[in-house]
């Protein structure tokens, strides 16, 4: 049952204490047997490889507590096979899937009572990390690695439903190279936007849309989030760039258009397209979708709807996904991953 004393409809989004995390450490080739672990602080070597060389990925990914008390995990698998492929572009071992969500499993299971109440909008936030924790000062990885999995509640995003956001480009920063790393999930590329990201909240914004590096042309994506466009003929259209994370949200969503019967596109969109849209959002993990209803650049202001409008094609697909996460609406795909209790 879900923990007592806890303001369950007034949970924010960000860290708080639980009962443990679970943490793993790889060594001569293979990777421990995994323990819990209570303290939040974790020791390391001040050569460590993640402090000196940004060796280090994450994901991210909730457990919920269905209608009828079951608590499932929304498509671990997926998160699994995206972080193998940052691992593997970081040069550090994979987790492989099994082990990923079994280490998914123990840790939700071992921190239950944390899972919000069904109803009350929560969930359970989930934080696996991989950091190269053994000491490289030359450039080369490491020889140890650290992987861990924290959790943490959080409260709906948004109270009361989904509220439009404004957004800017800001064409003096950019997110990823063309041929960097943007399509995984590492720190770095979040270290990137932080300042234009600080910038744009200080000036109004709450989220800023970034463009191709190469030629500032093409819409790629939002500073946390893939970005998501519906045509006037109500297409579902999202880009199509080497430089974008792979969002699992994302594939989600162009799923359940798909099986509303809308078309769907990934494809390059120029920027100059953005106002041929009737709705725009940014879609990940934390909120689903953010509706934008104004994209901002320079001088160029682009009004997609009223700034009070959720679209409904966006209300559509938010209530699916998340009706799917909370039980309400049937699981066709196989996306939620039972935790065994």
């Known amino acids: 049952m879900p923990k007592e004393g806890i303001d369950w409809a007034n949970l924010g989004f960000g860290f708080s204490e639980v009962n443990c995390h679970i943490r793993y450490v790889w ?45 499932v995990v929304f498509r671990p698998e997926e998160n699994a096979k995206r972080m193998a492929r940052t691992a593997e572009r970081c040069v550090m071992p994979a987790i492989p899937v099994d082990m990923f969500v079994d280490a998914v499993d123990k840790v939700v299971r071992a921190n239950e009572e944390y899972v919000p109440p069904y109803g009350t909008g929560g969930s359970l ?53 063309p041929n960097g790393m943007g399509d995984v999930k590492v720190g770095g ?24 590096a190469k030629t500032h042309q093409y819409v790629e994506e939002f500073s946390t989030s893939n970005f998501l466009g519906i045509t006037k ?21 162009m799923q359940c ?26 879609c990940g993990t934390a909120v689903v979708v953010t509706p934008v209803w104004e994209i901002t650049r320079g001088d160029d202001v682009i009004v997609i ?14 209530e699916t996904v998340q009706g799917i996460q909370y039980g309400v609406i049937e699981d066709v795909h196989g996306w939620c991953h039972e935790v065994p209790l």
């Open 305 to 318: 709807s009223d700034k009070d409008a959720v679209g409904e094609h966006l209300q559509k697909l938010y």
């Open 233 to 253: 003929d109500g297409t579902y259209v999202t880009p199509d760039s080497h430089s974008v994370l792979p969002s699992i949200t994302n594939l989600s969503l």
């Open 125 to 177: 936030y989930i934080r696996p990390l991989l950091i190269g924790t053994g000491p490289q000062i030359g450039v080369a990885p490491a020889k140890e690695f650290t992987f861990m999995v924290i959790v943490m509640p959080v409260g709906a995003y948004y109270k009361g439903g989904l509220k439009p956001v404004r957004a800017v480009i800001l064409d003096d920063w950019d997110r990823a190279a």
């Open 257 to 282: 258009a798909e099986d509303l019967g809308w078309k769907v596109e990934r494809r390059p969109i120029p920027y100059t397209e953005i106002k041929e849209f009737a709705e725009v959002a940014a």
């Open 27 to 71: 060594r001569d080739g293979k990777w421990s047997e995994g323990e819990f672990v209570k303290k939040p602080e974790i020791t390391m070597h001040i050569g460590a490889s993640c402090l000196h060389y940004g060796q280090e990925c994450f994901e991210g990914m909730k457990a919920f507590r269905q209608k009828d008390g079951r608590i």
């Open 189 to 212: 590329n979040y270290a990137a936007s932080l300042y234009a990201h600080e910038k744009a909240k200080r000036e109004g914004w709450p989220v800023e849309l970034y463009l191709d």
